[in-house]
C-alpha cells in the first residue's frame, strides 16, 4: 500500500515521543527480549516476600503495564515499525527519542540495538519524522 503524506496531518516538531527500540520476540529474535525481564521486587523485604519472584512469562505475562495492541513485538520487525511511524504521525508527533545505550552498558535484560537504529532511521524518515538520540544509562 502506498503511503501518501497528504493523508496525514503535518508533523508536529514541538511534539517528541519516547521510543524504546529494545524489545524483542521468538520470531524476529529467537528468543522474547525485555518482555521477559525479571518481576521487580518491592524494596521493603517483609513486603516483597508476599510476591511472586522470578520472570515475566510471555507471551500472555509481558514486563509492561499495558498490554500493546500488536501484542509482544519485535522491534526488529520491519511492519511493526511501520505501524509505529504511522501511528506516531496519526497522533501529530513529529519527533521520535529514541532511546539507546552503548554496548557496554546493555543490561541482562537487553541486547546490542546498534543495528537496530538505520531501520528506525529509514522508518522514520519515510513519515517525514525527525529522529534525536537520548542516552540511556544504567545506574
Known amino acids: 500500500m502506498e503511503i501518501k503524506m497528504q493523508d496525514f496531518p503535518e508533523p508536529n516538531y514541538n511534539v517528541h515521543a519516547f521510543y524504546y527500540v529494545?524489545?524483542?520476540?521468538?520470531q524476529f529474535d529467537g528468543k522474547y527480549v525485555h518482555w521477559d525481564h525479571p518481576l521487580l521486587p518491592h524494596w521493603d523485604p517483609k513486603v516483597a516476600s508476599g510476591y511472586?519472584?522470578?520472570?515475566?512469562?510471555?507471551?500472555?505475562?509481558?514486563?509492561?503495564?499495558f498490554y500493546p495492541a500488536l501484542g509482544p513485538y519485535s522491534s526488529r520487525d520491519p511492519s511493526v515499525l511501520e505501524e509505529h511511524m504511522r501511528q506516531l504521525r496519526i497522533a501529530d508527533v513529529g519527533v521520535l527519542a529514541v532511546s539507546w545505550y552503548p554496548r557496554s552498558m546493555n543490561d541482562?535484560?537487553?541486547?546490542?540495538?546498534?543495528?537496530?537504529?538505520?531501520?528506525?532511521?529509514?522508518?522514520?524518515?519515510?513519515?517525514?519524522?525527525k529522529v534525536l538520540g537520548n542516552k540511556y544509562t544504567f545506574s
Open 22 to 26: 529494545w524489545y524483542g520476540n521468538p
Open 108 to 129: 541482562d535484560n537487553g541486547e546490542e540495538v546498534d543495528n537496530l537504529l538505520p531501520l528506525v532511521l529509514d522508518a522514520a524518515d519515510k513519515y517525514q519524522l
Open 52 to 65: 511472586p519472584t522470578g520472570r515475566h512469562q510471555p507471551p500472555d505475562d509481558i514486563g509492561a503495564n
